[in-house]
């Protein structure tokens, strides 16, 4: 079943007495299942507005977004997703485990409690031992938020995400507050992370090479109002292949002529556009 399927969906946010803002229009979107698909644009495109909208954070003022063939409220409901963004957003007084066991504790939704209940205490031991062993931090189970950098931090908000081991991850910049080597290793780890989950995810991200590089579509926005100019398919292996080749991959010429479509793209979006420059 397709992960995401955004059709003809706008988002026009009041403007008290001026005529509004018109962050998007008119915006189509598909991601299959257990797919990465990039969106990347311009600054105030609507990248985040359109991922908000899948998340069922906001609603479109037209059009339609499904998520695994339901409403978004019903998937945002049934927990089908995790969100991961810029800002870890782990609670500071909670242990790193307990930040990941954190949405196993709250309610799902009625189909989930319908299914399998919420786990007991042992099974939420269990799952974040495990995802704390995927993303390489178990020896830092019992430390607090404060005592890790950055992108350890962001790699237990990366767990969190997984915790409900949904099909679909929701990431808005999610690397964008670090430097370039914890970039890149964190990125060799979304690429191991999908190869175990097989998760789909939707990744907001302003690195042409940080999408070409985890994509399997990218998606080129135009200027405000965010339209989709381009949707270009990133044919580099499955993610299992990228993450065992690694720094070769950052090197290939295939890699290289993919940045560059990508650019020239976001070029052409930019110029295509009928922005009224501010
Ligand atoms: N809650 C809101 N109320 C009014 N306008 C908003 C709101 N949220 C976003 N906008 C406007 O919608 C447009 C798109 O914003 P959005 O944050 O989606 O862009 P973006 O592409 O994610 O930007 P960036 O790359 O800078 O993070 C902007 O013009 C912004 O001012």
Redesign the pocket.
């Known amino acids: 079943m397709t992960a995401v399927v955004v059709s003809g969906a706008g ?1 026009v ?3 008290g007495s001026d005529a509004g ?1 018109v ?2 229009t008119d915006v189509d979107l598909t991601v299959g299942e257990g797919e990465l698909v990039s969106l990347i ?12 909208l899948i998340a069922d954070l ?1 609603a479109p003022t037209s059009g339609s977004v499904a998520v695994f063939g339901k409403t978004a409220e019903r998937a945002r409901k049934d927990q089908d997703y995790g969100i991961a963004f810029q800002q870890a957003g782990l609670l500071p007084w909670r242990s790193v485990r307990a930040n990941v066991e954190l949405p196993m504790q709250l309610r799902g939704g009625a189909g989930q409690r319908g299914k399998s209940g919420q786990p007991n205490k042992a099974e939420r031991a269990a799952r974040s031992a495990e995802l704390l062993a995927l993303v390489g931090l178990t020896d830092f189970a019992d430390h607090r938020p404060h005592q890790l950098s950055g992108g350890m931090q962001q790699r237990v908000a990366i767990a969190r995400a997984l915790a409900r081991s949904p099909r679909l991850l929701l990431m ?2 999610p690397f964008g507050a670090l430097d370039e080597m914890t970039r890149e290793r964190l990125q060799d780890e979304l690429l191991r992370i999908r190869a175990t989950t097989g998760a789909a995810v939707v990744f ?1 991200t ?1 690195s042409i090479a940080e999408a070409v590089y985890l994509s399997d579509c990218v998606v080129v ?1 135009s200027p ?1 109002p ?1 339209r989709v100019v381009a949707t270009l398919d990133v044919p580099l292996g499955t993610p299992a292949d990228r993450a065992a080749r690694g720094i070769g991959l950052r090197e290939d010429p295939a890699y290289f002529e993919r940045v560059s479509a990508v650019r020239e793209a976001l070029h052409s979006g930019d110029a295509a556009s009928d922005r009224v420059p501010t």
């Open positions: 988002r946010f009041d403007g803002t962050a998007l644009g311009p600054s105030g495109c609507g990248k985040s507005t359109l991922l908000r906001d808005d910049e907001v302003h926005m405000r965010g």
